[in-house]
């Protein structure tokens, strides 16, 4: 069974850094690339950042670049993001996903976590 | 970036009722959208994909058409688990992947 259990989630402070991390388990995690996706409060999905099999292609929503960076480890079957600079716009939950890709185009997404909540308040 | 508009956000319908949810693409996507079913609380769940294709497990009253800048997801038969929010995705440019603003299904 595939699992996605993401952590590092809280309450932190305008400007300031946060780590999430996403633990796979139940398939072979370096056959994937993987995603992060947020939602808001009440809002919709936005994708956030995504990282091949690799880690040799590496994307990011506008809305992060510069500020957030994606990671993983294939050794510990993890999926990291690194997020800097933190505004209140940041503030959502943020969910691991496994993907799908579409040769020569994107991805969709066919496994999710349950997602772990960034606050960003001061 | 690719925009994806859904229609409506939000509707009422009967259990046992025929749905339909559309989903227009800015440009041309070709059949690369996805749909997604969230209920309250949880994480989105993988409806359909390229557009028609019926994600392994998913019931079969749930459908998916369309290709270009037009689709649409149809419920033949609404059943209680179904009321929840559905989102549709381009897969088409990359990055960024886009997603359409939702549209939640509530009980009439």
């Known amino acids: ?122 | 970036a690719i925009r994806m508009t859904q229609s409506p956000s939000s509707f009422s319908a009967s259990t046992g009722d025929r749905v339909t949810i559309t989903c227009r693409a800015s440009q041309g996507i070709s059949s690369y959208l996805a749909w997604y079913q969230q209920k309250p609380g949880k994480a989105p769940k993988l409806l359909i994909y390229a557009a028609s294709t019926l994600q392994s497990g998913v019931p079969s009253r749930f459908s998916g058409s369309g290709s270009g800048t037009d689709f649409t997801l149809t419920i033949s038969c609404l059943q209680s688990e179904d009321f929840a929010t559905y989102y549709c995705q381009q897969y088409y440019s990359y990055p960024p992947l886009t997603f359409g603003g939702g549209t939640k299904v509530e009980i009439k």
């Open chain 1, 1 to 122: 069974e595939v699992q996605l259990v993401e952590s590092g989630g809280g309450l932190v402070q305008p400007g300031r850094s946060l780590r999430l991390s996403c633990a796979a388990s139940g398939f072979t995690f370096d056959d994937y690339a993987m995603h992060w996706v947020r939602q808001a409060p009440g809002k919709g999905l936005e994708w956030v950042s995504g990282i091949s099999w690799n880690s040799g292609s590496i994307g990011y929503a506008d809305s992060v670049k510069g500020r957030f960076t994606i990671s993983r480890d294939n050794a510990k079957n993890s999926l990291y993001l690194q997020m800097n600079s933190l505004r209140a716009e940041d503030t959502a939950l943020y969910y691991c996903a496994r993907v799908i890709a579409a040769a020569g185009y994107g991805y969709y997404f066919d496994y999710w976590g349950q997602g772990t909540l960034v606050t960003v308040s001061s």
